[in-house]
T-cell receptor, first 118, second 112 residues
């Protein structure tokens, strides 16, 4: 079974430029997450989708970050304009449902997209 | 906001030694998960604990969930260089929505 696919793996941009990351979740997974992991910290949830609807975007800096999952499958995360503090790994993850682990659900992570803003 | 504190932040040991890492919070979690993340990779799930006081074993790794479901520990016996990585704990809230809050992680280095 193919895992969560992300691209690009690495991106270097100048501040104030824009960047977009793409994610293709595991086939059949209804729930998709974007996490931001800054060096030395744990992942922080940016946005959670259930199919093509947003479940939680409370920690997404909406003045510069946007994400969409138009057809309920793959997703794009965009940053515009980028700031130095956006340098991080952007992890996409998916799970079969949005239900908590007692249901037996598991979140699977992609390898991440590494962003450096200079 | 639910916060998870992990300790120690860094740990460097020799092959064959035992170690314990801790994950503590003032909040109650419906479940808690441990992940290992290797350089250049995403986190990979090791275990999920759900019941207060629960103990799970995965080969040389022993995971325990506190009775009050606020804390957890990971104990590794006879550590090997292959155990090197960032160990993250993550808690799921009490609502039905599967959203994880991660700790900052413990970076473990096992030297041969």
């Amino acid at each position: 079974e193919a895992g969560v696919a992300q691209s690009p793996r690495y991106k270097i941009i100048e501040k104030r430029q824009s960047v977009a990351f793409w994610c293709n979740p595991i086939s059949g997974h209804a729930t998709l997450y974007w996490y931001q992991q800054i060096l030395g910290q744990g992942p922080k949830l940016l946005i959670q989708f259930q199919n093509n609807g947003v479940v939680d975007d409370s920690q997404l800096p909406k003045d510069r970050f946007s994400a969409e999952r138009l057809k309920g499958v793959d997703s794009t995360l965009k940053i515009q304009p980028a700031k130095l503090e956006d340098s991080a790994v952007y992890l996409c993850a998916s799970s079969s449902t949005q239900l908590n682990p007692p249901s037996g659900n598991t979140i699977y992570f992609g390898e991440g997209s590494w962003l450096t803003v200079v | 906001t639910q916060l998870l504190e992990q300790s120690p932040q860094f740990l460097s040991i020799q092959e064959g030694e035992n170690l314990t890492v801790y994950c503590n919070s003032s909040s109650v979690f419906s479940s808690l998960q441990w992940y290992r993340q290797e350089p250049g990779e995403g986190p990979v799930l090791l275990v999920t604990v759900v019941t207060g006081g629960e103990v799970k074993k995965l080969k040389r790794l022993t995971f325990q969930f506190g009775d009050a479901r606020k804390d957890s520990s990971l104990h590794i016996t006879a550590a090997q260089p292959g155990d090197t990585g960032l160990y993250l704990c993550a808690g799921a809230g009490s609502d039905s929505n599967y959203k994880l809050t991660f700790g900052k992680g413990t970076l473990l280095t096992v030297n041969p």
